[in-house]
């Protein structure tokens, strides 16, 4: 069988193993604009390697006073006008009598539940903590994939029998909440998605396998919009047809037939039988990186922003040993405008490159100069390996050369004293 293990709210189950005071109690994990990465102070960044599709490629390390730790939310969400901000992005199973939702404004949240206990999010600790149980899992599991953060797929098949399965997968679930003090939930199933639609039901600290000749039944009145792969353009088509369940849609193959391929395998997904392996590693498809911030007018504070984007993002990826011919640039407004494009250039990667192609690209998105902006997102992706080679232009071959030949110098000074020990003239304010 495939397995899915989703550790119960990460983030809230990740703090209680250093603030163990916080058990039981109403507890929300909040985010706001991050300037670490745009500030001259020195700090501890995390790069990002195999974590997961969904993972950010760059963390720093919070710098909180461990002994007022409940007071450090202050700092980081309340403005000089005595103003809170910074939003919801986990919260504790305790919150849920108080319809508290993820995405909520930390205001909103507190007119919800006055005794809320609120922590700055530590990206930087919860990756540090899932790589020590990813390598605990490997120890234990034959072929795991990591899907996000908190989420692996597993393939016991050959390994453990069928059988046996609901006795490992609750071993392993009360092994890894006895050794790293994190509940998990765990579903097995013959099919990867069949096992992560499980874990999403029976969570928290649930443990379930469902045997191949019951998962039509188990799934027929499951809402299609509980569907790990139904996405939301999908699922309002499906609705336009007054298909609402699983077992609807698996009445009516043709609705999904339409899609070609996608289609099909999706069809075979909500079957249970897509068959589809369990990849330890696989090729990376994007890389990016992306700051929100307090919205900013001054075009130049943009761009030097954007440059330490740039740097920070050519780091990353020259130390992944990657070579992308496929840049995405994204700039949001302050009241909710957005303007993005993507470029290709068949071009030997270097540091240079990428940051006057990011200045030159935020430039020519800012069509609304007298809007300020508070979003900037560049990504990298379609990368030249020896599954996708591509032909560099000969125009600018020899100059990448040289920069490319720069950028393994810069690599080895920034892995011994930090990314930020070289910086471009224009990051300096």
């Not at 539940?113 to 899932?130: A, G, I, K, R, T």
């Not at 079957?271 to 696989?282: F, Q, R």
């Amino acid at each position: 069988m495939k397995i899915h293990l989703d550790l119960d709210c990460y983030f809230v189950s990740a703090e209680r193993t250093r603030y163990p005071f916080l058990m039981g109690k109403n507890v929300v994990i909040a985010k706001g604009s991050d300037n670490k990465i745009f500030s001259n102070d020195k700090k501890e960044g995390m790069v990002l390697g195999d974590t997961g599709a969904f993972n950010s490629v760059l963390e720093f390390k919070n710098n909180y006073d461990e002994k007022n730790i409940l007071q450090a939310w202050k700092k980081e969400f309340i403005d000089s006008e005595g103003k809170i901000r910074g939003i919801v992005i986990t919260k504790s199973y305790e919150c849920k009598p108080y319809g508290i939702k993820t995405g909520a404004s930390l205001k909103e949240a507190f007119s919800l539940c006055p005794n809320l206990v609120v922590l700055p999010s530590d990206h930087y600790f919860y990756q540090e903590l899932s790589q020590k149980l990813k390598s605990y899992l490997e120890l234990k599991i034959p072929l795991l994939e990591q899907y996000s953060i908190d989420e692996w797929f597993g393939d016991l098949d050959g390994y453990i029998k069928d059988e046996d399965t609901l006795e490992f997968i609750t071993e392993l679930r009360d092994d890894i909440l006895k050794k790293f003090n994190l509940p998990i939930t765990i579903g097995a199933s013959k099919s990867k998605w069949i096992a992560k639609l499980l874990t999403d039901r029976i969570k928290p600290f649930g443990v379930y396998a469902l045997p191949s000749d019951m998962v039509l039944e188990y799934t027929k009145n499951i809402s299609v919009n509980d569907f790990p792969g139904i996405g939301k353009a999908i699922a309002r088509k499906l609705q336009d047809y007054r298909i609402k369940t699983l077992g609807d849609l698996r009445n009516s193959p043709n609705l999904l037939n339409q899609y070609g391929k996608t289609g099909k395998e999706l069809y075979n997904k909500i079957c249970g039988t897509d068959n589809e392996n369990v990849i330890p590693n696989s090729d990376r498809k994007g890389i990016g990186i992306s700051r929100n911030f307090k919205a900013v007018q001054d075009r130049t504070e943009i761009y030097r922003r954007t440059s330490i984007l740039a740097r920070y993002l050519s780091h990353t990826i020259s130390k992944l040993k990657l070579n992308p011919t496929t840049f995405y640039f994204k700039i949001k407004y302050e009241y909710g405008i957005k303007n993005s494009q993507s470029v290709t250039e068949n071009r030997l990667f270097n540091e240079r490159f990428l940051c006057d192609l990011s200045i030159d690209m935020i430039k020519k998105l800012d069509n609304h100069y007298g809007h300020k902006i508070q979003y900037i997102a560049i990504s990298a992706s379609n990368f030249s390996n020896t599954h996708n080679q591509k032909t560099y232009s000969l125009l600018d071959y020899e100059s990448d050369l040289k920069f490319a030949s720069l950028n393994e110098k810069l690599l080895k000074i920034r892995d011994k004293y930090g990314v930020d020990i070289i910086k471009y003239g224009n990051e300096i304010h």
